[in-house]
């Protein structure tokens, strides 16, 4: 054996530990993902619901026009069906807390399409490693296997031998575990990427609603949309403040205003005039202040109204006599 050959079969000697190592980390690593996925998966199967992901939505929407984001986000926060949907309602309600942008939704939609792609990758990697690493781990203990072989040396032979085939499980075994989580996660996660679609589209898109399915009774009207109801949570109850009306004062149907029926001149031989201006006096209809004159009438002008189809003999566009009481 020449020195090159020497120095290959010794570098591959050196990688033999670091393959078994990576092999068992790889194969910790498939593990818990596929624990993680199996609890997904059982979150999905238990909570998803896609008519209620839509009563939530609309109720949130409802109470954010109606000035209760607490409420809104005590809502949203019950989707609770997808890690992936739980971090993105997150991020989403810490926008609408802090930032307000309009365009941040759209964003961080966006973003969390790359975050999938990013958590798909894990496993999509582990699939190619995971053979990788057991075709190294097989074929590095071959030569001293082989080399024990040569020499007589059947001990070094089986123990070389049984690391090979040992290894080789474990890489098929990473590979076709991370095989079937990357394609089960790729659907659910195209479907957590198309219900964060929806509900910001139930949340801020518009309130256009097709007609169809919808009944048209007789007189040709069709059924009313219906209601949104929700309840308050405890801090937007809080924080409301509701008016409360007065009661209505018992007053005539025409106030008297001291400084106004002062002000007015006094006709002679008046009758019920209120004397010098004082409060609580009323007036009547036969009062001479009640008489109106050309300045205080801004519409006396402007003449009689002669709208089409009657019988009134005053040209329309020219005014006529004032009457007077």
Not at 145 to 150: D, I, M, N
Request: aromatic share 8%.
């Amino acid at each position: 054996m020449n020195d090159i050959q020497q120095l290959i079969y010794d570098i591959s000697r050196i990688l033999l530990w670091p393959v078994l190592i990576a092999a068992v980390i790889c194969l910790v690593w498939v593990l818990i993902e596929f624990g993680v996925i199996l609890y997904e998966m059982w979150l999905r199967f238990r909570y998803r619901d896609l008519d209620a992901l839509e009563v939530r939505a609309l109720r949130a929407r409802k109470a954010f026009r109606d000035g209760k984001p607490r409420t809104a986000y005590r809502y949203l926060q019950e989707n609770v069906y997808s890690l992936v949907v739980v971090r993105f309602l997150y991020d989403l309600i810490r926008n609408y807390q802090t930032e307000r942008l309009a365009a941040k939704p759209l964003k961080l939609l966006q973003e969390y399409e790359f975050y999938t792609i990013k958590r798909l990758e894990r496993t999509r990697i582990l699939v190619r490693i995971g053979p990788m690493l057991g075709l190294m781990g097989t074929l590095i203990p071959l030569s001293p296997a082989l080399v024990g072989l040569a020499t007589g040396d059947t001990q070094a032979l089986a123990d070389n031998l049984v690391t090979a085939f040992s290894v080789t499980v474990i890489g098929l075994l990473i590979g076709g575990l991370a095989f079937v989580i990357s394609i089960i996660r790729d659907r659910m996660y195209s479907q957590d990427i198309s219900d964060m679609e929806y509900l910001l589209e139930l949340i801020e898109g518009s309130d256009v609603r097709l007609r169809s399915g919808r009944r048209l009774s007789k007189t040709g009207v069709w059924d009313a949309d219906a209601e949104i109801a929700y309840e308050v949570s405890d801090e937007d109850a809080e924080r409301t403040v509701v008016a409360v009306l007065p009661d209505t004062p018992e007053e005539p149907l025409l106030p008297v205003a001291a400084t106004v029926a002062a002000a007015r001149p006094q006709a002679p031989g008046a009758q019920g005039a209120p004397a010098g201006g004082e409060p609580g006096a009323g007036l009547a209809f036969d009062d001479p202040s009640m008489d109106w004159t050309r300045y205080d009438d801004p519409f006396a002008d402007l003449g009689p109204v002669d709208p089409e189809g009657t019988d009134d003999p005053t040209p329309r566009g020219k005014s006529g006599p004032v009457r007077r009481r």
